[in-house]
């Protein structure tokens, strides 16, 4: 007889072998979260984890991020970029796609995380991978957004902003039980008590750890301050009304996180508490409702109408193309940035935030011109003009451009001898609505007609000139929809093009860290008179001495061509408000001198008959967004060499003390004191 022990352990074993044979199918972790609005982090990634990589979608994402790095003017610029960001961007992507080709994942999420941190490691906002299977599909979210606070003795800490509860309990009114429920003993219901605490300790580590940990993933910026700045709450004025920004602490476009412990020191205490508060996770606005992995798949991650380009002679681009959604800007039709050239940022995380608190919103009254996210106020000393501009966009170009003449003109009329421009987490936009900005405030001069922005640069790969070839020796764009036909650009005389011009000839050969690369001639406005709408103002409106422009250093592309045109050509203030003390702050955030994405490449291609080369990106098989930098501007400091690599550093850093935390009238009125 077999000892007891060797008994069990062989009915042990036959149980488990059996049991291997007929077991039942896991559980679907994607039908646990399926139509539900609140779920765990650790749930979210549960399904998402669940889908194993498939080999073609991988090959096909790596097959359209590697040729449409061609068209991107910095990919050779990146590997390791001039001075001073050398030691902030420092990314060869074609060679991490070469090694992400030859890694294992254990999931389609892991593959994506890779995916998406590769590109934002080139801290370029004009270039990123989404893809609207996990990005902002649920949104992980914390009722404690934080602020950098500066102390009446210039002492710089980290606080849970102030106005968080009445941020948490507007937004969040479903969720406030869970959290007030989450806290330890005496502080259990008590969730708002902790609205201004300062922060002693993130997850057992001082705070600025883990600002640097998030800085070194965010990406969209070259400037670390700015990097950091990311990390805490902000506003924004948006087309509808003033945002709130929760920054990336108490947000998070993936579930990366299930909890944060925070040692604290509450207002008026002197002993410090530690607690645990859980993420939760939110269905995000821009995804499709699923039941299980299979319709989670089949609803978000397949390539949808709008993934990919078309032929603009043949087909029509959809209204709501999955792009659009996650641009820094009002939702603008696709066809839009053909007639009107975008420099805009690419961000996981929609557009749209939360609200503002009342509280803190603008009491003073918009004056005439004020329009969606240009809004115009007169200060209470009668003499300061604010301009608070969330975006260089709107969905009715020329109508937004007399609008901001409008505005200008009705702060004159009342008085207004001095401006604020207020672009705080500005995402860029229109480039031709910067130059006709700087030219209605300067007035006409050297420095605004005709060109009142930068010169600029494209790309001139075998494939993009290839492109050119077939519209200008075949006639492929009669009627100029195409941003390779030379009937949009001049040349640095600001001459027209004809429309037989080969405009990226003869091209500029460049060595770029060791790689041969190609650029076009230089380039010059294109801006006026077209696109701008009617004879602008034969003088100044603005002394550009007696205007500032102020932002958190969260300023993107067509703002940034404003922002570097103003301050260098005109001497206009900069200042960024907040950032730690002892690191410089940088008044632009990204600069390029014009984006594009992978739908508008890819409509070239497809109109010009060249999708079957070789060198052509494939059609995107999943649900996937990537934008790029499709023509540099140069600087002007050192005017051959792009802007992208210049340094902009503020002119004022304006330190946030409680009464100015995430209040622009009180901000603006502390610029006015300082430099007005």
């Known amino acids: 007889m077999s000892p007891p022990h060797t008994l069990l352990w062989f009915v042990a074993a036959s149980i488990a072998v059996a049991s291997a044979n007929v077991a039942p199918r896991a559980p679907d972790a994607c039908a646990a979260i399926g139509g539900r609005k609140w779920v765990s ?7 998402y984890s669940s889908f194993k990589v498939v080999e073609a979608e991988k090959a096909n994402i790596i097959d359209v991020i590697s040729k449409m790095a061609a068209f991107h003017t910095s990919t050779n610029y990146q590997i390791r970029a001039p001075e001073p960001f050398a030691s902030e961007v420092h990314e060869d992507l074609l060679g991490s796609l070469e090694r992400i080709k030859n890694q294992r994942y254990a999931s389609d999420y892991e593959l994506h995380i890779d995916f998406s941190r590769t590109l934002k490691r080139l801290n370029d906002g004009h270039i990123a991978w989404v893809n609207n299977c996990y990005d902002s599909l649920f949104v992980n979210y914390l009722p404690t957004p934080l602020s950098l606070i500066t102390d009446a003795k210039g002492i710089q800490n980290v606080h849970i902003a102030y106005e968080a509860f009445d941020v948490a309990s507007a937004e969040f009114p479903d969720q406030i039980d869970f959290w007030q429920n989450a806290l330890p003993g005496n502080l259990k219901g008590n969730l708002k008590s902790l609205s201004g605490a300062k922060v002693l ?65 509450r207002v008026n205490q002197t002993l410090p508490e530690t607690i645990i508060l859980p993420y939760r996770s939110r269905i995000g606005t821009t995804a ?3 039941t299980d992995t299979a319709s989670w798949r089949s609803n978000n991650c397949v390539a949808v109408d709008g993934t990919n380009g078309i032929d603009a002679y043949s087909e029509s681009l959809p209204a709501d193309a999955p792009v659009a959604k996650f641009l820094q800007q009002p939702p603008l039709p696709l ?36 329009y969606n996210s240009a809004q115009f106020y007169l200060a209470k000393d009668g003499k ?13 170009y020329f109508t937004f451009l007399r609008t901001l003449l409008e505005g200008l003109q009705s702060l004159k009329a009342l008085g207004a001898t001095q401006l604020i421009v207020d672009v705080t987490n500005n995402g860029g936009g229109f480039i031709c609505a910067a130059h006709w900005l700087h030219r209605i405030i300067a007035g006409p001069k050297s420095t605004t007609v005709p060109q009142a922005g930068l010169d600029t640069k494209a790309r001139a790969g075998p494939l993009a000139r290839t492109i050119v070839d077939e519209i200008i020796s075949k006639n492929k764009d009669p009627i100029v929809q195409l941003l390779y036909n030379p009937l949009n650009w001049r040349d640095a005389s600001n001459t027209p093009f004809t429309a037989d011009a080969d405009w990226l000839e003869p091209i500029v050969p460049l060595t770029i860290n060791g790689r041969e690369d190609a650029f076009s001639p230089r380039l010059g406005n294109e801006c006026q008179p077209e696109g ?22 969260r300023c993107g592309s067509s703002c940034s061509l404003f922002s570097i045109s103003m301050s260098k050509y005109e001497g206009t203030k900069t200042v960024v408000v907040g950032g730690k003390s002892d690191v410089q702050q940088i008044y632009c955030g990204v600069v390029g001198g014009q984006s594009t994405n992978f739908v508008t490449i890819d409509t070239e291609i497809k109109t010009t008959g060249l999708k079957n080369n070789t060198l052509a990106p494939p059609d995107l098989i999943v649900n996937g967004v990537m934008g790029i930098t499709w023509r540099l501007a140069y600087g002007v400091d050192e005017p051959n060499e792009p802007a992208e690599w210049q340094y902009f550093p503020a002119d004022l850093n304006l330190p946030v003390t409680p009464a100015l935390a995430n209040n622009p009238v009180a901000i603006w009125e502390e610029v006015a004191r300082r430099l007005l």
């Open 41 to 47: 982090p650790r749930e979210v990634r549960a399904c």
């Open 201 to 265: 300790l993130i997850n057992g580590r001082p705070p600025f750890d883990a600002v640097h940990a998030n800085a070194l993933i965010t990406g969209s910026y070259q400037s670390y301050a700015t990097r950091q700045n990311s990390f805490f709450s902000s506003y924004r004025r948006t087309a509808g009304e003033w945002s709130y920004i929760l920054g990336n602490f108490a947000q998070q476009s993936l579930p990366l996180d299930d909890f944060a412990v925070l040692t604290i020191q």
């Open 335 to 370: 066809d839009t940035e053909r007639k009107h050239g975008l420099n805009v940022l690419l961000d996981a995380a929609p557009w749209l935030d939360v609200t503002l608190p009342p509280t803190l919103q603008p009491g003073l009254v918009a004056v005439n011109g004020s």
């Open 532 to 553: 701008f709408p009617g004879d602008a103002p034969s003088e100044a409106l603005f002394d550009p001495k007696k205007v500032v422009i102020v932002s958190n250093g």
């Open 384 to 396: 300061t003009g604010v301009l608070a501009l969330g975006s260089f966009s709107d969905t009715q």
């Open 288 to 290: 499709k409702a699923f």
